[in-house]
C-alpha cells in the first residue's frame, strides 16, 4: 500500500503563491508517475499536472499552464507543486496520486489517492 503525506495547503489572496509538498514511501518514484488532481466544491477530480517516473516528463492543464510548476525530489520521495498567480478559481482539495502510467492526466488512470489538502484562494 502506497503512502502519501500532503502539506502545504492553506489561505492565501489572490495572485499569491503557495508550495504543496507530497512525501511518497520508499521507491515510490521507481515505479510510479505522480500526478496531482484537485476537486472544488461541486465538481469532479480534474488533472492538475502529472510528472513521469521514467524520464520526469510533465504535463499540465490548461488552466494552470505558466502558473503551476511539478517537481521531484527523488532523493527524498518527495514531489512538489509550486503554485503562482493564484486565482480564486483555484480553490479546491488537492490531492497527490500514482498511477503505473499517466498518458493523459486523467483522474481514469490514478491507482493510489492521497487523502487531500485543502487550497483557499480568497480575499
Known amino acids: 500500500q502506497l503512502q502519501f503525506v500532503e502539506s502545504g495547503g492553506g489561505l492565501v489572496q489572490p495572485g499569491g503563491s503557495l508550495t504543496l509538498s507530497c512525501a511518497l514511501s520508499e521507491f515510490t518514484l521507481d515505479y510510479y508517475d505522480i500526478g496531482w488532481f484537485r476537486q472544488a466544491p461541486g465538481w469532479e477530480h480534474e488533472g492538475v499536472s502529472c510528472?513521469?517516473?521514467?524520464?520526469?516528463?510533465?504535463n499540465y492543464a490548461d488552466f494552470v499552464k505558466g502558473r503551476f510548476t511539478i517537481s521531484r525530489d527523488s532523493a527524498n520521495n518527495t514531489v512538489y507543486l509550486q503554485m503562482n498567480s493564484l486565482k480564486p478559481e483555484d480553490t479546491a482539495v488537492y490531492y497527490c496520486?500514482?498511477?503505473?502510467?499517466?498518458?493523459?492526466?486523467?483522474?481514469?488512470?490514478?491507482?493510489?489517492w492521497g487523502k487531500g489538502t485543502l487550497v483557499t484562494v480568497s480575499s
Open positions: 496520486t500514482a498511477a503505473l502510467h499517466f498518458r493523459y492526466c486523467s483522474n481514469y488512470e490514478v491507482d493510489y
Open positions: 510528472i513521469s517516473r521514467s524520464d520526469g516528463s510533465t
